[in-house]
């Protein structure tokens, strides 16, 4: 069975600005990534579709890392967490907040393992 693992993550700016990163934290869509190099498949900033989810000055993002991976969870978190700087820039502080492993269901139904053919 695959592995997934879905961790939340809190964001602040050190200096808010209106920038690339701003228009980021306030977009209430599901981000892909088509870099697959990286851990991160997608993400969304829940505090974007629901304001109420993170304090003022702090954006919540739900961060999703799709498939196996040998890393600890202190590794995944510190190799994530490099990776959302990449996308949100420097003057963020990111904080994990949970992890679940195993969040997503794996890509079978009934017995039968279904691949992507892409």
């Not at 109420?52 to 190799?79: D, F, H, I, R």
């Amino acid at each position: 069975m695959e592995q997934h693992r879905l961790p939340l993550f809190e964001a602040q700016l050190d200096t808010p600005s209106v920038s690339r990163t701003n228009i980021l934290t306030q977009t209430p869509y599901l981000m892909l990534n088509a870099n697959t190099d990286e851990l991160i498949d997608h993400l969304v900033v829940l505090s974007a579709v629901a304001p109420s989810y993170a304090p003022t000055q702090k954006t919540l993002l739900s961060v999703s890392v799709v498939g196996k991976n040998c890393l600890s969870e202190t590794a995944l978190v510190e190799k994530v967490g490099a990776e959302l700087s990449l996308w949100f820039g420097q003057n963020h502080i990111f904080n994990h907040l949970k992890l679940t492993a195993s969040a997503m269901p794996s890509l079978s139904i009934l017995g039968k393992k279904m691949t992507l053919n892409l």
